[in-house]
């Protein structure tokens, strides 16, 4: 059985293909786990890496883009379960370049799904973003589509799935690391506003949550998570306790949002937040 990630050099794809190698659920033994991504320079880093876990030689990397179907299409073939990591993520980026995340989160989500169902692919979950739930920027928009394509993509042979949940906890881009780097630096860190909230998710919780989908899926899923919040303001406590950090504050840009949502009902400001002696130990 094999298994292709698309997006497989960045945060998630690195852990998923770590967790696949040293502790895979019962169900899933891949005997080819297929890094597809552009990077050539992570890649090669990857295979580095585990090396010394692959000693059955079960890692295959592909060089390619989701914008290329063709390529997709040969990494595709005799792969049984696709999981779709690969987007253009940054906020900011897509706020310049929305041209862009056209053409990666959204044409390339179409060019997976038609590959899938040229090769036969059994299973394919999509990653999303709380982003994608009442979307205003150019990647919340492009991530909302590519949900859409997704969901309705199921025709009765190969099937679709989508999870969406929040920037995972720790992950690149997001807050802690660029705050982490700031502070390294000297500062100032910069803030958008003390009361702004965002969800909390672990990298495992985000492998569960794919996994368990991809175990169970019969197509057309859209499965959204249950999770904690924490506040801006209190994260900066967390990670400044002697209050030696210079801070500044610039705004919420119009592209961000004060809170996040997932559905109904499902919004940041509204879950159990979390506490500064949790953000302390997470930390």
């Known amino acids: 059985m094999s298994i292709l990630i698309t997006g497989a050099s960045g945060s998630f794809g690195r852990a998923m293909v770590y967790r696949l190698l040293t502790a895979p659920p019962d169900w899933l033994e891949a005997a080819r786990i297929i890094v597809y991504s552009r990077c050539e320079h992570k890649q090669a880093d990857m295979q580095r890496q585990?090396?010394?876990?692959?000693?059955?030689?079960?890692?295959?990397?592909?060089?390619?883009?989701?914008?290329?179907?063709?390529?997709?299409?040969?990494?595709?073939?005799?792969?049984?379960?696709?999981?779709?990591?690969?987007?253009?993520?940054?906020?900011?980026?897509g706020a310049y370049n929305p041209t862009e995340m056209v053409k990666t989160n959204i044409g390339g989500a179409i060019n997976v799904i038609e590959a899938a169902n040229d090769c036969d692919v059994e299973k394919v979950i999509m990653l999303s973003t709380d982003k994608a739930w009442q979307p205003i920027s150019p990647y919340g928009?492009?991530?909302?589509?590519?949900?859409?394509?997704?969901?309705?993509?199921?025709?009765?042979?190969?099937?679709?799935?989508?999870?969406?949940y929040?920037?995972?906890?720790?992950?690149?881009?997001?807050v802690v690391p660029a705050w982490q780097e700031q502070i390294a630096a000297g500062g100032p860190v910069?803030?958008?506003?003390?009361?702004?909230?965002?969800?909390?998710?672990?990298?495992?919780?985000?492998?569960?949550?794919?996994?368990?989908?991809?175990?169970?899926?019969?197509?057309?899923?859209l499965r959204v998570p249950t999770l904690?919040?924490?506040?801006?303001?209190?994260?900066?406590?967390?990670?400044d306790g002697a209050k030696r950090i210079t801070w500044e504050f610039t705004g919420l840009p119009p592209w961000e949002k004060l809170h996040e949502g997932?559905?109904?009902?499902?919004?940041?400001?509204?879950?159990?937040?979390?506490t500064v002696e949790e953000l302390r130990a997470a930390l």
């Open 50 to 93: 585990f090396a010394a876990l692959d000693q059955n030689q079960r890692l295959r990397f592909f060089i390619g883009c989701v914008r290329d179907r063709d390529r997709l299409k040969r990494a595709m073939y005799g792969v049984r379960y696709v999981i779709h990591a690969a987007a253009l993520k940054r906020i900011e980026v």
């Open 141 to 164: 928009q492009s991530k909302a589509l590519a949900e859409a394509l997704f969901l309705n993509a199921y025709q009765g042979r190969t099937m679709f799935a989508v999870t969406r």
């Open 166 to 174: 929040g920037n995972v906890w720790k992950s690149q881009g997001s």
């Open 190 to 221: 910069y803030i958008t506003d003390l009361d702004c909230t965002r969800f909390y998710m672990t990298m495992d919780q985000a492998l569960d949550l794919v996994l368990d989908t991809l175990k169970t899926m019969q197509g057309g899923e």
């Open 228 to 239: 904690p919040a924490y506040r801006l303001g209190d994260l900066a406590v967390a990670m």
């Open 262 to 274: 997932m559905e109904i009902g499902n919004t940041s400001d509204k879950a159990r937040r979390m």
